[in-house]
């Protein structure tokens, strides 16, 4: 076995090519049970994969075969001890790593802006969240990672919390300095758990920021699907065994797993990884090259910026990853949303994300310099259009006071709840989740006191124009709150 041979790809294949006569689960029996215009779509190989957990096939609850074989090339590759196969996404790999980490009441050290599954997650477990702030970019009105000065003081006020969360690289490609943090939560035998949803790539290219393993970190959720060329939905959850067992997070990962795992998107994730294993540096060496090219391009197109590396330099932005082109679009008098659906409707260009100032567009080893001349095509046609403002718009990015957690999450969650008026809020629990996005800071999170001077902040950033999301009511005129708990009694 070496990083060349796809154990569980080959394994499934041979049995394919055998074509048993099937009395099993899936019903559509390679396709010629379904419907026809699908089958197809979707053509007889593909199909003729679509398998499950057949003794042959072995078992992702428990590895023994061609599944076990796949997974220790992938922890090799990853340079891991264990790497564990996800067909739930990277949420179902983020959900493991906390729940692998937390019983009901630990703490559990995050940033404030972290995605929604790292939410779900702290309320099935029932663990108490230790709250930091991300750095904020007021340049580019978007949120970065912590600091090891933060992670510092979180530890030492919290020496007993069962885990350090790190969101690394974020969606915008920046990263933190991973081992400093990592260091630091050891020394209070603190296991560092990384979100890598948008960082499978930088473990295969010197150029680009360390890996969570790379950095030492116990367990990193890692989305192949998303930059390492798998299919939608399949992730990796690599493990450093010492702080956290391999055992338990088998069995967590197991409770939260589907019995009816997909073989097309498992050989997808052992397809991929001999893909970055054998290919990756030098792919990732062409992304570099045209993403870097695009970068420079973008920017002397007048009122664009893309930053790069001068990016470099604060406590939060230690790294960054080139392949990620962030383009602020503020000073062309339209918001990033406004670019998107430009971008949409004049060229048949569909960005990453955009929000009030930015868009986001991904170089990855699917690009060619073709898709890079249409982008930037398309730019200068957008600037030019534009009513450019000429002075730099003014963008105070604040974020709220974190409020005092009353409850945990979990417990709110369960709680009876009521919809009250905003205005007579002050003090009591909320049941919502309240967020305004740029910069993706929770304002309320379930289970939190409601104070004036957050119900003062969101006015503000309604009056401000900017999107306040999650709620029931979207005018933010009520809100749900924990039933008859006065939080001041
Ligand atoms: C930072 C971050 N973490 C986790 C996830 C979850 O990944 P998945 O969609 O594979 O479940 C995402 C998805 O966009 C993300 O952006």
Redesign the pocket.
């Known amino acids: 076995m070496n990083q060349l041979t796809t154990p569980l790809f080959t394994g499934l294949k041979e049995h394919a090519a055998k074509k048993p006569t099937q009395f099993h689960i899936p019903g559509h029996k390679t396709g010629k049970g379904m419907d026809q215009e699908y089958r197809e779509f979707l053509g007889d190989s593909a199909l003729s994969i679509d398998l499950i957990n057949i003794e042959p096939l072995d078992d992702l609850h428990h590895p023994h075969g061609m599944i076990r074989d796949a997974q220790e090339l992938a922890a090799e590759a990853f340079g891991a001890d264990y790497t564990f196969f996800s067909v739930q996404?990277?949420?179902?790999a983020?959900m493991t790593m906390i729940m692998s980490v937390c019983h009901p009441g630990d703490k559990i050290i995050v940033p404030r802006n972290v995605?929604k599954?790292i939410t779900t997650a702290i309320i099935f477990s029932g663990a108490k969240p230790v709250f930091i702030h991300p750095e904020l970019d007021e340049k580019l009105g978007i949120s970065h990672g912590i600091t090891p000065k933060a992670v510092q003081k979180a530890c030492e006020a919290h020496p007993d919390a069962k885990g350090v969360l790190v969101?690394n690289p974020?969606?915008f490609g920046i990263t933190a300095d991973l081992t400093h943090i990592v260091e630091i939560a050891h020394s209070y035998d603190i296991p560092v758990l990384v979100?890598e949803?948008?960082g499978v790539h930088i473990h295969f290219h010197d150029q680009l920021p360390l890996s969570a393993m790379q950095a030492g970190a116990d367990l990193a959720?890692t989305?192949v699907?998303?930059l390492g060329g798998s299919l939608t939905?399949s992730?990796v959850l690599n493990l450093r065994e010492g702080l956290v067992s391999h055992g338990r997070v088998q069995s967590i990962l197991s409770m939260l797993t589907t019995t009816s795992t997909s073989y097309i998107l498992l050989a997808s994730l052992d397809t991929a990884r001999r893909h970055l294993a054998i290919n990756g540096k030098a792919l990732l060496d062409d992304c570099i090259k045209l993403a870097t090219n695009a970068r420079d391009r973008i920017n002397s197109i007048p009122h664009l910026y893309c930053p790069g590396e001068e990016i470099l330099g604060s406590d939060a932005t230690y790294g960054y990853d080139p392949t990620k082109l962030i383009i602020s679009v503020k000073n062309l008098g339209i918001t990033g949303y406004d670019a998107e659906v430009w971008l949409r409707k004049q060229h048949n260009i569909e960005v990453e994300l955009s929000d009030l100032y930015n868009l986001l567009c991904i170089i990855t080893p699917g690009d060619t310099q073709v898709e890079v001349d249409k982008l930037i095509h398309a730019l200068s046609t957008l600037a030019a259009e534009s009513t450019p403002t000429h002075q730099e718009k003014d963008m105070t990015v604040k974020v709220p006071d974190i409020p005092v957690l009353a409850l945990t999450p979990r417990d709110a969650f369960y709680a009876s709840t009521e919809r009250i008026p905003m205005k007579h809020a002050v003090g009591r629990i909320s049941a919502e989740f309240v967020m305004v996005y740029p910069p993706g800071i929770p304002i309320f999170l379930p289970g939190e006191i409601i104070t004036e001077d957050n119900i003062q902040y969101i006015k503000e950033n309604m009056e401000a124009g900017l999107p306040v999301q999650g709620p029931q009511d979207d005018t933010l005129e009520n809100i749900h709150v924990i039933k008859e708990q006065r939080a001041f009694q």
């Not at 996404?89 to 179902?92: H, L, V």
């Open positions: 996404g990277t949420s179902g983020i995605h599954s969101i974020t969606y979100d949803a948008h959720a989305s699907h998303k939905q992730s």
